[in-house]
């Protein structure tokens, strides 16, 4: 072996060695306060959790599953997602191409005439050249390596942003969905309690008609139906608005949305999980932790600018005066190891160096605020669940009242025993009891959703069935 490729090897040999050596500090996870149950869960603490069932099992309607696999497929959120994904990954292996040596080639052609104070002959000439480069930094401090850590980081967290999008994506759809599907029913009592005041209305106008009504009477019966029946075109107005929001989540334009039977059932009361395993559902949470990964990565990136680089180049060619002859004479060669490092920087690696730190400390705070905002959403969604059921019941007992109430004052009505203006105060009453029984029966699917998006739901599940 010659002198040179002896030198190269040795070069070669330390350089693998020191590569070994990263600087910069080694990624470890933050230490975060994790709850040994969530706020407002009353039960013993469990594995099994609701963010386990798939999407498709938790939303338990052949047309809300339809939406949502649609929306997955074609929303724009959901495109826009993957696209983001795609440029990250790209990006990572841009990062990745600097562990290789980079290779080019150059051909030129040159014709002219020399000086005469050089060549007197002022002969013209022709030049053919031909050559191949190549150049490679070795990383003898890791910088290159925490580049690509970096950006295999800023992948996986981009990953995780997407997932997060899906889950916000079936969240949005299932909940405009219910909002829906308790507008036909507001829609349903404002129509039937309409009818209802109309009738009254042509009562009191047909005994006004024949002397035995005031004017008083019906006039409180006909503003009495007006109020109600000018909710009828606000809820359709409400409905449609809903509709479109439902079809721009799908990623298509506006059309009616299919719906069929009743509201959905409350499902079956499945416990919220560990909250230890939050931190690894979560995609807020992941993407949190990979964003600090690469801003740790990045500190390693600025320290490694205070020390050399050492790079290798090289140069392989021909120059012949004739194409012919370009590659059988001429040869030329070189090869040879640069080594850079600064001197002075009038303070910019320093600087820069503790703007990467600041970085992390950034990082490290969005880290903890994520984790600590899970478990308040978690917290919330549970009492909002825990809560609404005795919400319910209480409205569920209301209406009912009311409904015994218009049908005794119906009866003294009939009986002679009081005024019509009873029947007119009750059916009053009964309409605002059933519309709020109503947007809670709504209230307590959207609480059920927002415990499943707040736990990070699906997170084992495929994003299609």
Same mark, same amino acid.
């Given at each position: 072996?010659?002198r040179?490729a002896r030198?190269?090897?040795?070069i070669g040999?330390?350089?693998?060695?020191?590569?070994?050596?990263?600087?910069? @500090?080694?990624?470890?996870r933050p230490?975060?306060?994790v709850?040994e149950?969530f706020?407002?869960?009353e039960?013993?603490a469990?594995?099994?959790?609701?963010?386990?069932a798939p999407?498709?099992?938790?939303?338990?309607?052949?047309?809300l599953?339809?939406l949502i696999?649609?929306a997955?497929?074609?929303g724009?959120d959901a495109?826009?997602?993957?696209a983001?994904?795609?440029?990250?990954?790209?990006r990572?292996?841009?990062?990745?191409?600097q562990?290789?040596?980079?290779v080019d080639?150059?051909?030129t052609?040159?014709r002219?005439r020399?000086n005469r104070?050089?060549?007197?002959?002022?002969?013209?000439?022709t030049?053919?050249?031909?050559?191949?480069?190549?150049?490679?930094e070795?990383?003898?401090w890791?910088?290159?390596?925490?580049l690509?850590?970096s950006?295999?980081?800023?992948?996986?967290a981009?990953e995780e942003?997407?997932?997060?999008?899906?889950?916000?994506l079936?969240?949005d759809?299932?909940?405009?969905?219910?909002?829906?599907?308790?507008?036909?029913?507001e829609?349903?009592?404002a129509?039937?309690?309409?009818?209802?005041?109309q009738d009254?209305?042509?009562?009191?106008?047909?005994?006004?008609e024949?002397?035995?009504?005031?004017a008083?009477?019906?006039?409180?019966?006909?503003?009495?139906?007006g109020?109600?029946?000018?909710?009828?075109?606000?809820?359709?107005?409400?409905?449609?608005?809903?509709?479109?929001?439902i079809?721009f989540l799908l990623?298509?334009?506006p059309? @009616?949305?299919?719906?069929?039977?009743p509201?959905?059932?409350?499902?079956?009361d499945?416990?919220?999980?560990l909250?230890?395993?939050?931190l690894?559902?979560r995609p807020?949470?992941?993407?949190a932790?990979?964003?600090?990964?690469?801003?740790?990565?990045?500190?390693?990136?600025a320290?490694?600018d205070?020390? @050399?680089?050492?790079s *290798?180049?090289?140069?392989?060619?021909?120059v012949?005066?004739?194409?012919g002859? *370009?590659f059988?004479?001429?040869?030329?060669?070189?090869i040879?190891?640069? *080594?850079?490092?600064?001197?002075?920087?009038?303070?910019?690696?320093?600087r820069?160096y503790?703007?990467?730190?600041?970085?992390?400390?950034?990082a490290?705070?969005?880290?903890e605020?994520?984790?600590a905002?899970?478990?308040?959403e978690?917290?919330?969604?549970?009492?909002?669940?825990?809560?609404?059921?005795e919400t319910?019941?209480?409205r569920?007992?209301t209406?009912?009242?009311?409904?015994e109430?218009?049908?005794l004052?119906?009866?003294?009505?009939?009986?002679?025993?009081?005024a019509?203006?009873?029947?007119?105060e009750a059916?009053?009453q009964?309409?605002?009891a059933?519309?709020s029984?109503a947007?809670?029966?709504?209230d307590?699917?959207?609480?059920?959703?927002?415990?499943?998006?707040?736990?990070?739901?699906?997170w084992?599940?495929?994003?299609?069935?």
């Open positions: 072996m010659t040179p030198r190269a090897a040795v040999v330390v350089s693998l060695v020191l590569a070994g050596c990263a600087v910069g @500090p080694s990624y470890k230490s975060v306060p709850p149950r706020y407002g869960d039960r013993a469990e594995a099994r959790s609701l963010a386990d999407w498709w099992d938790v939303f338990d309607d052949p047309i599953k339809a696999d649609e997955l497929r074609n724009f495109r826009r997602a993957a983001r994904v795609e440029e990250a990954r790209a990572f292996g841009i990062a990745r191409s562990f290789y040596p980079a080639y150059e051909g052609w040159q002219g020399a104070f050089f060549d007197p002959t002022g002969a013209t000439q030049t053919w050249t031909a050559d191949v480069g190549f150049s490679w070795l990383d003898l890791g910088r290159i390596r925490r690509n850590e950006a295999r980081a800023q992948y996986l981009t942003g997407r997932r997060g999008v899906l889950l916000s079936v969240s759809v299932a909940i405009a969905y219910m909002e829906l599907r308790e507008l036909d029913e829609r349903e009592i129509t039937r309690t309409t009818a209802a005041f009254t209305y042509d009562l009191f106008n047909r005994r006004l024949g002397g035995a009504a005031s008083l009477e019906t006039s409180r019966a006909e503003a009495s139906l109020q109600v029946a000018a909710e009828i075109p606000e809820i359709e107005r409400a409905i449609v608005a809903r509709e479109n929001q079809n990623g298509r334009n059309q @009616p949305i299919p719906r069929e039977g509201l959905l059932a409350l499902p079956p499945v416990p919220p999980g909250p230890s395993t939050l690894e559902r807020d949470i992941r993407q932790e990979q964003l600090l990964i690469s801003a740790n990565a990045n500190v390693g990136v320290k490694a205070f020390f @050399p680089r050492l *290798l180049t090289g140069l392989f060619g021909g012949s005066p004739e194409l002859d *370009l059988s004479h001429n040869k030329i060669w070189n040879g190891a640069g *080594l850079v490092g600064p001197i002075f920087q009038g303070g910019r690696i320093k820069s503790e703007a990467a730190q600041a970085q992390w400390e950034q490290t705070i969005q880290y605020a994520a984790t905002n899970a478990f308040g978690v917290s919330q969604a549970l009492v909002d669940r825990t809560k609404l059921v319910e019941r209480q569920a007992r209406v009912g009242a009311y409904q109430a218009v049908r004052a119906n009866l003294r009505y009939t009986s002679g025993l009081s019509y203006f009873e029947v007119l059916q009053q009964l309409f605002p059933e519309i029984l947007q809670t029966r709504r307590q699917l959207v609480a059920v959703v927002n415990l499943y998006r707040a736990l990070g739901g699906g084992q599940a495929e994003v299609h069935k």
